[in-house]
Nanobody
């Protein structure tokens, strides 16, 4: 499975960005997909997860502001980020988990939120 993320950039606080992550390869083996982020000097954290059937989970700090969605036909997962805050600044990584227990990562995309 290969993952290609896009959509990062520079935005002012209060603004919005939409991240996309397209999967290719053995996409039929993918179960859960999600987004993680890593801010400078901090550990990588899970931001949002979505199962193949649409179950979603969010870290508390983004609830009500971020929305994860998934288009199984396009093998793509999205992260709509609204009301962005400077503390959302991080490199965002797409992740896919497969039925056989493997975990795949895309290259990160940088999101910078200016105050």
């Amino acid at each position: 499975v290969q993952l290609q993320a896009s959509g990062g950039g520079l935005v002012q606080a209060g603004g919005s960005l939409r991240l996309s992550c397209a999967a290719s390869g053995s996409t039929s083996s993918i179960t859960g997909m999600g987004w993680y982020r890593q801010a400078p000097g901090k550990q990588r954290e899970s931001v949002a997860q979505i199962s193949r059937t649409g179950w979603k989970n969010y870290v508390d700090s983004v609830k009500g502001r971020f929305t994860i969605s998934r288009d199984n036909a396009k093998n793509t997962v999205y992260l709509q980020m609204n009301s962005l805050k400077p503390e959302d600044t991080a490199v965002y990584y797409c992740n896919a988990a497969t039925y056989d227990g493997m975990s795949y990562w895309g290259k990160g995309t940088l999101v910078t939120v200016s105050s």
